[in-house]
């Protein structure tokens, strides 16, 4: 399920904005900021300077302002404007595309020494040596960590997001997997370091580190 944070002064907007996506799209709204939470996008209804500050804070997350304003709205890099007055499907077209590829470049992202071509499910290199394929689940962990846009993740929260509720897999699933694909990513490709490990969790590191 994809998680949005939605912020508006307008609580009568707010809410029926809410109600449509939880009803048509069975996603999850969330109405405050949290630095713990990763959101899979965030809408801010007619307020830039909240959608500049936002911007600092959600790194690698679709950020959208709904804008009825006329003056000049400053340069933010992850910034999409939507126009008001504007009509509900079109607003979940463009979420849509935003969820489903992360990146305006279409679904790659850059990692630290490779990038990660979602729709392939291949690590790609700049040197131009061979691919090297992921599983889908691996997949998945590297587009979470993305997410959180350097904050640490923990073991329990990889589990419940990538894992969901299965009740066979453990933390040491987890670590196991993490292992795995630091394998296949550092060393049989000869990236550099993709994954750190810190106590309480995981990361990316940033590239050029």
């Given at each position: 399920m994809s998680r949005v944070l939605?912020?508006?002064?307008?609580?009568?907007?707010?809410?029926?904005?809410?109600?449509?996506?939880?009803?048509?799209?069975?996603?999850?709204?969330?109405?405050?900021?949290?630095?713990?939470?990763?959101?899979?996008?965030?809408?801010?209804?007619d307020d830039a300077g909240k959608?500049?500050?936002?911007?600092?804070?959600?790194?690698?997350?679709?950020?959208?302002?709904?804008?009825?304003?006329?003056?000049?709205?400053?340069?933010?890099?992850?910034?999409?404007?939507?126009?008001?007055?504007?009509r509900l499907e079109n607003l979940?077209?463009?979420?849509?595309?935003?969820?489903?590829?992360?990146?305006?470049?279409?679904?790659?992202?850059?990692?630290?020494?490779?990038?990660?071509?979602?729709?392939?499910?291949?690590?790609?290199?700049?040197?131009?040596?061979?691919?090297?394929?992921?599983?889908?689940?691996?997949?998945?962990?590297?587009?979470?960590?993305?997410?959180?846009?350097?904050?640490?993740?923990?073991?329990?929260?990889?589990?419940?997001?990538?894992?969901?509720?299965?009740?066979?897999?453990?933390?040491?699933?987890?670590?196991?997997?993490?292992?795995?694909?630091?394998?296949?990513?550092?060393?049989?490709?000869?990236?550099?370091?993709?994954?750190?490990?810190?106590?309480?969790?995981?990361?990316?590191?940033?590239?050029?580190?």
């Amino acid at each position: 399920m994809s998680r949005v944070l939605l912020i508006s002064e307008n609580e009568a907007f707010a809410a029926d904005l809410k109600q449509q996506l939880e009803l048509l799209e069975n996603w999850e709204v969330q109405e405050n900021y949290s630095p713990d939470v990763v959101f899979d996008a965030a809408v801010v209804d007619d307020d830039a300077g909240k959608a500049g500050e936002l911007d600092g804070r959600l790194r690698h997350t679709p950020l959208f302002l709904l804008w009825s304003g006329e003056t000049e709205l400053p340069e933010i890099e992850n910034l999409r404007v939507v126009r008001k007055p504007f009509r509900l499907e079109n607003l979940l077209d463009t979420l849509h595309t935003a969820l489903s590829s992360l990146t305006p470049s279409g679904g790659e992202l850059q990692l630290n020494g490779c990038n990660l071509n979602i729709a392939a499910r291949e690590i790609r290199y700049p040197d131009g040596r061979l691919p090297v394929k992921l599983t889908e689940r691996e997949v998945a962990i590297l587009k979470y960590l993305y997410k959180s846009g350097g904050k640490i993740v923990g073991k329990a929260e990889l589990l419940a997001e990538v894992w969901g509720y299965n009740p066979e897999a453990t933390t040491h699933t987890v670590e196991t997997h993490i292992y795995r694909l630091r394998q296949k990513i550092e060393q049989e490709g000869g990236a550099g370091q993709v994954i750190t490990t810190r106590e309480n969790g995981y990361k990316l590191m940033e590239p050029g580190c």
